[in-house]
């Protein structure tokens, strides 16, 4: 027998299950079907080595709207995160900088490099946080769909008012964050190269880019809209690894009914007379809906899970260049004592922040130039979190538990070179690269946890490893993403959306795609259903 719901989400990761959540609320009968054994994605807790457990992708948390927080009363089913004391530390051959900690102990720092930088301090954060408010204000509400018609015109209308109604100043660099590239953008405002390296770094996460790439300002923009208990701009531990958000989760929209069938493969989209009727999976089993929302990147979705005569040429030529590949190589390392860095060996808190491996705007560059001509940086951009050393949980007493997290490496490699064949020489040479800093941190290694970008593809599904479902440049953002006229999660064909980080806002846990398109379902379904759950 045929099984019937009201709505279908294909992908069990956070976005998804904050879908499920807004649709559940509204009485829609959902089931979720899932590739993999677990829930949540790519914000998924696992133990990797007996007794050591880590945060297997997705690894630290800022970005997660507070809205979506409090409407899935998540801290009710153990959602805490605990702020970093810092944001960052990063050695450096002849001394350490560190980033965060408040205004003034920030400028002190930084006047160790340059007075200049110091004074420039509190206008740069200004700058940066008028446009991040920009951002947090379009975030949970879905772009204006160009051809759209009236309405189209008027959402374009009200969400540029928040744009217009910025001083001229605010609006300069709104145009700087967006166009410039890291470098272009940095040097306008200091001049010591760890200063530069210190806020440079956000632009190239998850970004195969250099940060002389233009646009790659944005990206760094993108990294400093969140928050984390109330505090902007912050990034913290959630207390179990990233999968406790989404077990939470899991448990939310379960007792609201939500089925949630894992191990459960799509084959096809099923289309009747050009509009979506529900999945085929794997196993045979079809499956009936009038609606289908994926949380699975548009590489994926359109060339993979639609037959191509059911799209519309010029539409699947667009997702076809559509860009995906992020440069991430991903490692989890079990160890049995804290890394000891030769500029500060003792523990303290910048073990307790992000510990980042590129100390100049020029060593991110010959990492993606290196990347771009043999596949891999020769000297790769680390970040490097030890989160046990708050979350006794994750590591037997005397162990820790370390993310690495590290560009630039090719989505394919150049020379018909395999991922298979290289990924653990490639793991050596990174633990070699924190090697450099703290000595006797390979002996330290226990055992490690690999993703390469081709596993990043074959577990999670992230087309090309790439962490944010594409590329987040500027033809591929907002109303533009992932296509123009398709940027307000609706897709070509009728009944099927868009929910996951391919669409507006773009990458990172923040549960925006999936609430902005449940509103956009609900809204096509009832304007009553519409104000009554947002």
């Known amino acids: 027998m045929t099984a019937r ?9 956070h976005n998804g299950l904050v879908c499920a959540f807004y649709l559940a609320r509204a009485g829609l009968r959902v089931r979720i079907v899932e590739r993999r054994d677990v829930v949540g994605g790519a914000a998924v807790t696992e133990e990797f080595h007996h007794g050591f457990r880590n945060s297997a992708a ?38 350490y900088l560190k980033l965060g900690g408040g205004l003034a102990r920030t400028q002190a720092e930084f006047a160790r490099f340059s007075m200049k930088d110091a004074a420039a301090l509190p206008a740069y954060y200004d700058a940066l946080e008028g446009v991040a408010d920009v951002l947090r204000s379009l975030a949970l509400r879905a772009p204006p769909n160009v051809g759209g ?26 145009l700087d964050l967006f166009a410039k590239s890291a470098r272009t953008f940095l040097d306008g405002w200091f001049e010591s190269d760890p200063v530069k390296a210190a806020f440079g770094f956000d632009a190239v996460v998850g970004n195969f880019a250099s940060p002389d790439t233009p646009g790659s300002a944005y990206v760094l923009l993108h990294h400093v809209f969140g928050e984390v208990n109330g505090n902007k701009g912050a990034w913290g531990h959630i207390v179990g690894g990233m999968g406790a958000i989404t077990q939470a989760m899991a448990n939310v929209v379960r007792a609201m009914g939500v089925e949630i069938s894992l191990e459960a493969p799509v084959s096809r989209l099923l289309i009747d007379g050009g509009r979506v009727a529900g ?19 548009p590489k994926l979705l359109y060339e993979r899970l639609v037959d191509p005569a ?21 490692m989890n390392v079990a160890l049995s004592e804290l890394p000891r860095f030769s500029v500060l060996p003792e523990p303290g808190e910048h073990h307790r922040s992000g510990i980042v491996i590129a100390p100049s705007l020029d060593y991110m560059d010959r990492a993606y130039l290196d990347a771009k001509r043999l596949g891999l940086a020769r000297e790769p951009i680390v970040e490097m979190l030890i989160p046990s050393t708050i979350d006794h949980s994750l590591a037997p007493p005397g162990g820790h538990v370390a993310s690495l997290f590290c560009q630039q490496f090719a989505p394919v490699l150049p020379d018909g070179r395999s991922w298979d064949d290289e990924r653990e020489a490639t793991a050596d040479l990174i ?35 790439d962490i944010f479902h594409g590329a987040m440049s500027l033809d591929q953002l907002w109303s533009a993403r992932p296509v123009l006229g398709h940027g307000a999660y609706r897709g070509p064909i009728k009944g099927l959306y868009m929910c996951g980080a391919g669409t507006h806002p773009g990458g990172g846990v923040t549960g925006a795609p999936g609430h902005n398109a449940a509103h956009e379902i609900l809204r096509d379904r009832s304007v009553l259903g519409w104000w009554r759950i947002f």
């Open 431 to 465: 633990l070699d690269t924190v090697e450099r800093h703290a000595p006797g941190f390979r002996a330290s290694v226990i055992a490690r946890q690999i993703h390469s970008p081709l596993d990043l593809e074959r577990k999670f599904g992230l087309v090309g490893g």
């Open 5 to 13: 719901y009201d709505a279908i989400i294909v992908g069990a990761g």
């Open 149 to 174: 018609g009236l309405r189209a015109l008027i959402e374009a209308a009200r969400q540029g008012r928040g744009i217009a109604s910025l001083p001229i100043e605010r609006q300069r660099d709104l």
């Open 279 to 297: 999945v085929r999976l794997e196993s045979g089993e079809e499956i009936v809906a009038p609606l289908v929302a994926a949380n699975v990147g």
């Open 58 to 95: 997705s690894y630290t948390v800022s970005l997660l709207q507070p809205k979506v927080i409090a409407d899935m009363r998540l801290a009710d089913h153990g959602y805490r995160v605990i702020e970093r004391p810092i944001s960052n530390f990063l050695p450096l051959d002849d001394g």
């Open 310 to 330: 059911d799209l519309d040429k010029d539409f699947l030529r667009r997702i076809r260049s559509f860009q995906a590949g992020s440069g991430t190589f991903r």
